[in-house]
């Protein structure tokens, strides 16, 4: 993590910024230019913005292993009344990358870049779920997407509810086949 790496089981954000920091390596593991988390994270009221995270050398333009411009968590999420914005990572996730699924809710992720991959949120995980009610998710921008995934949001193995919320202006490179990327 470039501001905070928590080893814990639940991490609290309440009415917490993240901003400006830089996850970076040159031997291909970097996550989470924000945050990176071993457990779960409970965001609430709270601001991830402008943070990085990116490899250099011989890693290539994707090697699985940089993602989560601004959050990356091994566990659950919940990010309620929070904000995810212009976050970038030279892999996968620009806003966040979640293992165990997670819920957003009154909240916004917006231009946020990823290298190649999903730009917004990638949340996957066996039995794992993905809730999203009265949230925004626009602006996002893939430059070198893989095949199938998406601009917006990248959902795997997961069980999905999306409730009035609105998902546009997102983009991806490679228009061939899109799991979810409005």
């Given at each position: 993590?470039?501001?905070?790496?928590?080893?814990?089981?639940?991490?609290?954000?309440?009415?917490?910024?993240?901003?400006?920091?830089?996850?970076?390596?040159?031997?291909?593991?970097?996550?989470?230019?924000?945050?990176?988390?071993?457990?779960?994270?409970?965001?609430?009221?709270?601001?991830?913005?402008?943070?990085?995270?990116?490899?250099?050398?011989?890693?290539?333009?994707?090697?699985?292993?940089?993602?989560?411009?601004?959050?990356?968590?091994?566990?659950?999420?919940?990010?309620?009344?929070?904000?995810?914005?212009?976050?970038?990572?030279?892999?996968?996730?620009?806003?966040?990358?979640?293992?165990?699924?997670?819920?957003?809710?009154?909240?916004?992720?917006?231009?946020?870049?990823?290298?190649?991959?999903?730009?917004?949120?990638?949340?996957?995980?066996?039995?794992?779920?993905?809730?999203?009610?009265?949230?925004?998710?626009?602006?996002?921008?893939?430059?070198?997407?893989?095949?199938?995934?998406?601009?917006?949001?990248?959902?795997?193995?997961?069980?999905?509810?999306?409730?009035?919320?609105?998902?546009?202006?997102?983009?991806?490179?490679n228009q061939v086949s899109t799991k979810f990327g409005a």
């Open positions: 993590g470039g501001a905070i790496a928590f080893y814990g089981t639940v991490m609290g954000l309440y009415g917490t910024t993240i901003e400006s920091s830089l996850a970076r390596t040159d031997h291909g593991l970097a996550q989470g230019g924000g945050l990176y988390a071993q457990g779960s994270v409970v965001m609430h009221a709270s601001t991830i913005s402008n943070n990085s995270v990116s490899a250099s050398g011989s890693v290539g333009a994707f090697s699985g292993t940089i993602n989560g411009g601004g959050l990356h968590t091994r566990g659950s999420v919940l990010i309620e009344n929070s904000t995810l914005d212009g976050n970038t990572s030279s892999g996968d996730a620009g806003a966040a990358f979640v293992n165990r699924g997670g819920t957003l809710l009154n909240s916004t992720v917006s231009n946020n870049v990823a290298g190649s991959g999903t730009s917004g949120i990638v949340m996957q995980g066996y039995s794992s779920y993905a809730h999203i009610y009265s949230s925004t998710i626009s602006g996002n921008v893939s430059e070198r997407s893989k095949q199938g995934w998406s601009g917006g949001l990248y959902l795997v193995n997961a069980n999905i509810t999306i409730t009035n919320s609105t998902i546009t202006g997102n983009s991806e490179a």
